[in-house]
T-cell receptor, first 113, second 110 residues
């Protein structure tokens, strides 16, 4: 079974550049979540979607961050402009319902120089 | 303010012995709790869960205990194996999204 697929696995870019992270959830899952993991803050929820509609984006740190889910099989997380403090591992996860275990992708390790 | 806390950043256990990982939470509205395991360079993998209507759930070598009055849950691994070495995250849910603890790194020594 294909799990949650994230791309790229690694991204290194200079500050000020636009960064786009991509996620393909598990087919049939109605919920999609974006997380950020840092040493200081651990694993924190940025935003989640239900049936392609953003439900809670209170974890999105700033207006530089935006997320979209144009269809049930694809989502993007964009950072524009990027800053060094955005360096982290970003995970995407999906679940069948809101109270089912979430399945995580392997993450994108983002480094902003 | 952290709603889900794992106060031990690391734990070292001998192979064959019991590993006990602890987690505390502050929000009494949480009604579903999960444990995830994470290996380096991989995403967290779901391990076991428990609903607030139960106080114990068992799956093979893994058992989760929930003490609602103390707002505490624990994960027991018996017997521990070297392949269990990973970071373990506790998570709690109340409204569809999960709140994660910062994780405990378990090392099981042969």
């Amino acid at each position: 079974d294909a799990g949650v697929i994230q791309s790229p696995r690694h991204e290194v870019t200079e500050m000020g550049q636009e960064v786009t992270l991509r996620c393909k959830p598990i087919s049939g899952h109605d919920y999609l979540f974006w997380y950020r993991q840092t040493m200081m803050r651990g694993l924190e929820l940025l935003i989640y979607f239900n049936n392609n509609v953003p439900i809670d984006d209170s974890g999105m740190p700033e207006d530089r961050f935006s997320a979209k889910m144009p269809n049930a099989s694809f989502s993007t997380l964009k950072i524009q402009p990027s800053e060094p403090r955005d360096s982290a591992v970003y995970f995407c996860a999906s679940s069948f319902t809101g109270n089912q275990p979430q399945h995580f992708g392997d993450g994108t390790r983002l480094s902003i120089l | 303010d952290q709603q889900v806390k794992q106060n031990s950043p690391s734990l070292s256990v001998q192979e064959g012995r019991i590993s006990i990982l602890n987690c505390d939470y502050t929000n009494s509205m949480f009604d579903y709790f999960l444990w995830y395991k994470k290996y380096p360079a991989e995403g967290p993998t779901f391990l076991i869960s428990i609903s607030s209507i139960k106080d114990k759930n068992e799956d093979g070598r893994f058992t989760v205990f929930l003490n609602k009055s103390a707002k505490h849950l624990s994960l027991h691994i018996v017997p521990s194996q070297p392949g269990d070495s990973a970071v373990y995250f506790c998570a709690a849910s109340g409204q569809g999204n999960l709140i994660f603890g910062k994780g405990t790194k378990l090392s099981v020594k042969p």
